[in-house]
């Protein structure tokens, strides 16, 4: 194929909008350092690799290609645009709804992606919490709704913040929130914001998305009942990259029919269906429910003991240079500089000292905040390591 | 999870305008009865059964799963958004391009999907052959381009035409096509509009996006120079659907480095990255160029006599009723009927004799076009089955 340049046409605007549009280009150029030999990254959100059962996953892919359908293996031929129904029927299960409550999807990023198109409209308002989520950030941005972003805290989105700004004329299509163990922070929205968030979405008419990829990864404290538990206009997504495996990229959205058949028609338009192969695999992983409790204790047990060894790292190491809360579950800290380090400006330092971590800037809507703080991931790397790591983070400080 | 009604504050007019736009609703009704028991269907694009090999792909599967990455087995773990390399350099060499020219997708639906949204903005022009592939009609509205149509023949896109209207102020960003056995027509684009295509692009600054799944589908003939041969602003999709099996969801998209970073960034939003367990698979089968050479040779020796069988039930079932081209490859005969019968109003009573096919209407971007015409596959049946199915079709006919 020739190298043709980019035309200098009607194409050409648009396009170059976009990739301005999509941004994050510094901080995505920023993170290719993380792949450096040598360095220890706590900036990625990966599972740690012992937890990715290749044998297991092996075993339910021959079971997965061994299924003969009316039109040969069912892992292979195409599909339903809403998934599976063994896999829907075994999500539907864990959320006590029926099966039209149910889409799977390509990872939930793509549920984020189809909520973000399929509720808003170009310019319609997204709030987010801040900070937030890099990759719900993304499909607002893609989808060319506007990003809202209201403060958190230690016990989450601040709810009564929120609840003023509905009352001055606030009119959001949509509110975003990881209620549990929150990407970047750690922090679970407390039981009396959840009910309150519930009850304005019903009051104001907007659309909670419950984003819950790290509900079943505490290892410490009672599980909290989840948003859509008080009812109120809730879409839950959900995850089998962080109870299973993500380079699988299976995930889920539970809500009202009427949503989910829009979100449908929209995935048909985006990829057609999720992989076969793949929501087989994961169907015959989940239904295994005694393994997959197993599972899920040891990942459990095994990020319990990593958050202890990052936190016990960071106060040997950097002591009262640092504050962060202990984490009951999920994958991160949000540590935060006491002495006003710039993480930004110290980042390529670190990886000279052969560390990684994602600097608080990348989570922020508006520019420039979050510039004292840090998300460090406890979940990829051994005890040993992260000590190591946050020795060399230590050693790279101003 | 509470059955929330749909809000009635804010968030209803889009979502119920989104449900409107996606529309296909009444297509997707209709095509539910496909899978009525006992319906012989020549609806579907779904490639022939046996030609889905369960064992090469689960041989594959246990390969892929044995890899080790730094961060544990590479086909469980998440990977980079542009596809895992080892995939990616494949496509490259198959289309003679270096690696920044290719992002693996999901599926080629999903590469059309980011095209819609990365070359186009809301309210630009995509242009597209009449009658047109759904899925691609989908993807525009969902991104809220406009859809314009220019007629196609036994020959593929009137290019002609779209010469008169571009030097009469058209100004698309993008032209779609599917160049080799088009969906749903069969058509072959001929070789002199494929160059004129090519340097209209660059004339008046759009993108081609040549679209091509079913080109190693060819049986019969010499194959015909891709559009990008020619020069111009090409983005080439491709897919291991037709060649491989569709459950994967594998697809590629290989076009300028300016267009393939614009649109890692929106898959970035979309869905993180493709599966890296199907990447892996589909590398492992391409790579194997021997044994891939010879399983082609069987699809396209299976899919020439199916083709055949086709052909010869119309005529004798048929006859003079309906005219259809001798298809050379693909997938697809479009039959138009002779008598004036609106094949949209013979369905139902098709599905009544046990027979389900594609109306016209269905690839129509103007509402009520081709109501004589219908999409015929002979890829999912055997000879016996394309018989009797054709037989109850005539049986149907009024």
Known sequence: MPRAPIPTGPATPALSRRVDALASSRIRELLRLVDRPGVLSLAGGLPAPSTLDAERVGDAARLALGRQG????????????????????????RHDV??????????????????????????????????????????????????????GDEDGLDVGALEEE??????????????????????????????????LSAEYGFFVIEDDPYGELRFDGDAVPCVATF???V?????????????????????PPAVIEAATRLKQAADLHTPSLNQLIVATLLRDTE?????????????????GALHHALQTHLGDRVTAHTPRGGMFVWA??????????????????????????????????????????FATLTPEKLNEAVRRLAAAWP
């Open 98 to 151: 029926e099966l039209d409550h149910v889409l799977i999807t390509t990872g939930s990023q793509q549920a984020i992606d189809l909520l973000a198109r399929t509720l808003g409209d170009v310019d319609d308002t997204a709030v987010v919490e801040a900070p937030s989520y890099l990759g719900a950030l993304q499909s607002f941005t893609a989808a060319q709704v506007r990003v809202h972003a209201i403060d």
């Open 235 to 255: 879409v839950r997504l959900g995850s089998a990259s962080k109870i299973l495996a993500p380079g699988l990229r299976i995930g889920w959205m539970v809500g």
């Open 166 to 199: 509905l009352s001055c004329g606030l009119a959001p299509s949509l509110v975003y929130v990881v209620a549990n163990f929150h990407n970047p922070t750690g922090s679970v929205l407390r039981v009396e914001r959840r009910r309150r968030l519930a009850a």
């Open 70 to 93: 009316t039109l040969g293996p069912t892992a292979l031929q195409y599909g339903p645009t809403e998934g599976i129904d063994e896999l829907r029927a075994i999500v539907a299960e």
């Open 291 to 307: 393994r997959q409790a197993d599972h899920l204790d040891t990942v459990r047990e095994l990020y319990r003991r990593r958050a």
């Open 231 to 233: 009812g109120g206009h």
């Open 336 to 377: 935060n500089a006491t002495d006003e380090t710039d993480t930004h400006d110290l980042f390529a330092h670190a990886i000279d000292h052969g560390v990684a971590y994602v600097p608080g800037t990348a989570f922020s809507v508006e520019d420039g905040r979050f510039r004292t703080a840090m998300r460090l991931s």
